[in-house]
């Protein structure tokens, strides 16, 4: 593995901008261990070498004529392929959009290319979003780099595996009920899930519209609260797009302590029920931030224990609508009846029994029973009241504490083919941390908290909406005290992809 791809996003940037090394030779070097690497991961779906070596030019060429340029300029980024990238095939993981070229640009991408980062490509993802281990993509599992047997997790998995994989130094997920912050906790990085509308939507293909939120990841805290200062901001063209204004994660995450911060323990996530290492791991997590001077409390979030209920009628019933538009007649997959009459709901029928994965098919069957005739009160109007009382549990909760803590997911990285992998019931209650956050609309951040088994674990961090800054106040200073007592967690993995 090259040097250039052990280094931090921020450490690129510092030797881009003292001109160690050129963008293009950053690029040049993230691309060659994508093609070293990629039949065994199999982050990537789409590779833009051309495109991410054209930005990283026009980069250079900017510093040497000493124009003013992003302090991110030049570094590259790998971006999840549910954002739209006008004039790059964009597919959402499905066979539906297998070669659908966008004619237009989200608002992500917009800012990535305005900032000068070069796009190392879209990333590998469950379709549609629709998945916990990337396993439900019709381009292939990704597969972990901590052990090639053992899923990366999911949706955002291809997303998280290139950052573990030293293939790209920051990524660009989306998590509409834990999918940046599960994804990085199997995988020994940092995933963060900003208050809902705080990043604009605008071009991301949507899944869930009411849960749904781009998030920054990053091998480090530093890392991903730079990107969270790029992306984050008012869109006009969105209309949840918050107007609050921006600016301080980086320095919080640098500059912030641990003494006087009071963490509350969710009681209904302390761990029980959950894997012995990833108890012993959090446990560990929480006498480091005490030792560090964190006053540590235990809060009860009752409504909590219903909020997978209340997620799994949610999110399928806006998956049923949302992807109604995919019906062969205005773009993505067409598909004829092989036999028949070729009518509107002929080729419609056709069209989404060939587009659509068996996790999509699932989903869709869910929420339009959800959602029809005399059962949308019973299930859909009863989960967005226990949304409600979600919503005021965090409330109260926030008002005894600065932030709250739990373990990211109750296990580590399932092994391919495991019971739970294969059974979908298992996998949704590996959700069970993550969910309430994407409901009460509540920005959470997950970081390396040690290992279990050989393998990651993650420690959740949640904020109270529009304070995404507690969480690097909490998260920077968390890291370093881990970090100073076991080491970085990824430089285990790093030493073993060295030994190869």
């Known amino acids: 593995m090259a040097e250039m791809t052990n280094k931090s996003a921020l450490e690129l940037a510092a030797g881009l901008k003292s001109g160690e090394f ?68 964009t597919t959402a993981g499905s066979k539906m959009l297998e070669n659908w070229v966008p004619p237009y640009e989200s608002t992500v991408h917009n800012k990535v290319r305005a900032a000068g ?28 780099p901590w052990n090639l047997d053992h899923v990366p997790g ?65 091998r480090s805290v530093a890392d991903a609260a730079a990107l969270h200062e790029l992306l984050a901001g008012h869109d006009p063209l969105d209309s949840t797009s918050l107007p609050d204004p921006v600016g301080g ?27 012995d290492g990833v108890r012993t791991a959090f446990t560990a997590a929480l006498e480091a931030a005490a030792a560090a001077g964190a006053e540590i409390v235990e809060v009860d979030c009752p409504a ?34 092989e036999s028949g009459p070729v009518t509107a709901e002929t080729v419609m029928s056709a069209t989404r029994a060939a587009g659509f994965g068996d996790e999509v098919k699932r989903r869709i069957i869910l929420g339009t029973y959800a959602l029809s005739a005399g059962y949308y009160d019973a299930y859909y109007g009863s989960a967005q009241k226990i949304r409600t009382l979600v919503q005021n549990d965090f409330a109260e909760a926030f008002a005894a504490c600065d932030v709250l803590v739990s373990p990211t997911a109750p296990t580590t990285a399932l092994k391919f083919g495991a019971e739970k992998a294969a059974d979908p019931m298992a996998l949704y209650l590996g959700d069970v941390a993550t969910i309430p956050a994407n409901l009460a609309g509540i920005p959470g951040l997950s970081l390396p908290a040690g290992l279990a088994d050989g393998l990651p674990v993650g420690f959740q961090i949640l904020a109270p909406a529009r304070e995404d800054i507690k969480l690097y ?28």
């Open 22 to 89: 050129s963008s293009v030779e950053v690029t040049q070097a993230h691309l060659d261990r994508i093609a070293a690497t990629e039949d065994d991961f199999n982050s990537f779906i789409t590779v833009t070498d051309e495109l991410a070596l054209e930005t990283a030019k026009v980069v250079d060429a900017k510093r040497a004529a000493g124009e003013d340029v992003h302090a991110l300029a030049g570094v590259p980024v790998a971006l999840k392929d549910l954002i739209v990238t006008e004039g790059v095939r």
């Open 117 to 144: 980062l070069p796009v190392l490509g879209k990333t590998n993802l469950d379709e549609f979003a629709m998945g916990s281990t990337t396993e439900h993509s019709a381009f292939g599992d990704t597969r972990n």
């Open 154 to 218: 999911g949706s955002s998995g291809g997303a998280a595996a290139a950052l573990a994989g030293f293939q790209a130094p920051l990524s660009v997920g989306t998590d509409t009920g834990g999918s940046v912050r599960q994804p990085a906790a199997f995988t020994g990085t940092v995933g963060v899930k900003p208050t809902y509308g705080s990043i604009s939507r605008f071009g991301i293909i949507a899944m869930a519209s009411s849960l749904d939120q781009v998030g920054p990841m990053g």
């Open 249 to 275: 994660f980086l320095d919080a995450a640098q500059t912030s302590e641990l003494k006087g911060k009071k963490l509350g323990v969710i009681k209904q996530l302390a761990g029980e029920g959950y894997q």
């Open 304 to 337: 909590i224990s219903y909020a997978l209920d209340a997620y799994y009628l949610i999110m399928p019933s806006e998956v049923s609508s949302n992807l109604a538009r995919y019906d062969g007649m205005r773009y993505g997959l067409r598909v004829e009846p």
């Open 473 to 500: 106040e909490v998260a920077g200073p968390l890291e370093a005290a881990l970090e100073s007592a076991g080491g970085r967690v990824l430089d285990t993995l790093a030493e073993g992809l060295e030994a190869k």
